[in-house]
């Protein structure tokens, strides 16, 4: 047998988060004491009111195929989420609901991109942005966002990545990796550069919105910009503001056509999500503000006590983030450098590689989000854990040589 594997999937990686998260599984399966700062998943369990709402679905028997888009009642609940906390009205056939956040982005480019069109990702990004977009033929550009700037993105560095054949734009505020946020001001000149290409369609992911800190306001573009919301995908799903990544709940805002587009894809390849799921995520959003306000602080303090451990490294730097829960510090004061193990470090994967296996921290190099050289920290994790984990960064980068 010819073992041939499709085209698409040629040259494609596994997402680096993966792959360090499965480094870090074989050296705990070694016996070592490893702390995992990889992977962007909230350390709280789902609110209990919401997994109550879960059993009290399954015992009345929603338990039959739902329609591919999403039960009445949770398109109802998204619906009142977006005019209240976005301000944008949205009707049931311009709503859809998809297997987490991943599923809207794998429908959006699986129903609109053909081979050689371009997505237009500012970076750094979330990994899965280019990799998916390459999945369907596309290519992805980037639009650098500078540490000097806040990581924040400026309408000048994505008015340089756009061409003739970009067909779409990526928005991701608050950032992963970064926490950048995008203020009104910053979407205003961002939305000037879009309309001066009409026919390009926008994806909005506001999947980290509630977790902003220090009178930050994060702004939905197709709120800011009106004239833009008829090409605009708003993503947003329960995983991370609800701390419900298991139970695959994404869902966007988008017009009737494309979200129609997205439907075909999603029905001929998962049909529509776990009606349990359904009605958890509808109870999350319907549910009391404070929970997700109570999360927030708890990152917001974290982040400012891994933020001020590292700075106090010399050899890292490591900027204030505005949202979401990771810290995103820079490491080239340590590169040309040996590790005590003996490693030289040249890049931040080999800074990431080393201090895994010598000091049993897991993080993610800023290669794999397209800005180096940085190193990804997840403060969504238990506040011993990141204090331990920071006293061994500085121990590993204090016995650099
Ligand atoms: C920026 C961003 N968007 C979307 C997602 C997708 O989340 P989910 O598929 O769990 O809804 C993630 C998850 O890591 C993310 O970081």
């Not at 991109?113 to 992805?140: K, Q, T």
């Not at 050899?315 to 949202?323: D, F, H, I, Q, V």
Request: aromatic share 8%; glycine share 8%; hydrophobic share 45%.
């Amino acid at each position: 047998m010819v073992r041939s594997f499709a085209r698409r999937m040629q040259g494609l990686p596994a997402p680096a988060t993966i792959e360090m998260a499965r480094r870090a599984r074989a050296l705990r399966a070694e016996g070592k004491q490893v702390i995992s700062l990889a992977l962007g998943e909230p350390d709280f369990p789902t609110p209990a009111a919401v997994v109550e709402a879960a059993h009290q679905a399954a015992l009345a028997g929603q338990t039959k195929y739902p329609p591919v888009d999403g039960t009445p009642a949770l398109k109802a609940a998204v619906a009142r989420k977006f005019s209240r906390e976005n301000g944008l009205d949205y009707a049931p056939d311009e709503i859809m609901v998809s297997n987490g956040g991943k599923q809207v982005i794998f429908n959006a480019f699986m129903a609109t991109l053909n081979d050689g069109d371009e997505v237009v990702v500012p970076a750094p990004y979330w990994v899965s942005y280019p990799l998916i977009a390459r999945m369907f033929g596309g290519v992805p550009v980037y639009a650098p966002c500078r540490e000097e700037d806040g990581f924040r993105l400026k309408a000048e560095a994505l008015a340089a990545a756009m061409t003739p054949r970009t067909r779409w734009v990526v928005l991701n505020f608050p950032n992963n990796p970064t926490g950048a946020v995008c203020e009104q001001a910053d979407l205003h000149a961002v939305a000037e550069v879009l309309r001066q290409y009409p026919d390009v369609w926008i994806l909005s992911d506001e999947i980290y919105e509630h977790l902003v800190f220090d009178g930050v306001q994060s702004a939905s573009i197709a709120a800011v910009a009106p004239d833009l919301k008829d090409r605009t995908i708003t993503l947003n799903g329960v995983s991370k503001a609800y701390a419900m990544t298991g139970w695959r709940v994404g869902f966007a805002g988008g017009p009737k056509d494309l979200i129609a587009a997205m439907r075909g894809v999603q029905g001929n390849a998962t049909s529509g999500i776990c009606t349990i799921a359904q009605a958890a995520a509808a109870a999350a959003l319907d549910g009391p503000a404070d929970l997700v306000r109570t999360m927030a602080e708890t990152y917001s303090r974290r982040r400012k006590m891994v933020v001020e451990a590292l700075r106090a490294v010399p050899g890292l730097t490591c900027a204030m983030p505005e949202g979401a829960f990771y810290a995103y510090p820079g490491v080239a004061g340590c590169l040309g450098r040996t590790t005590a193990g003996g490693t030289r470090l040249e890049t931040d994967h080999d800074f990431a590689v080393a201090l895994l296996e010598e000091a049993h921290v897991a993080t993610v190099p800023g290669s794999a989000f397209g800005l180096s050289p940085y190193l990804r920290l997840s403060c969504a994790t238990r506040d011993e854990d990141l204090k331990e984990a920071c006293t061994r960064i500085a121990r590993f980068v204090d016995d650099l040589h």
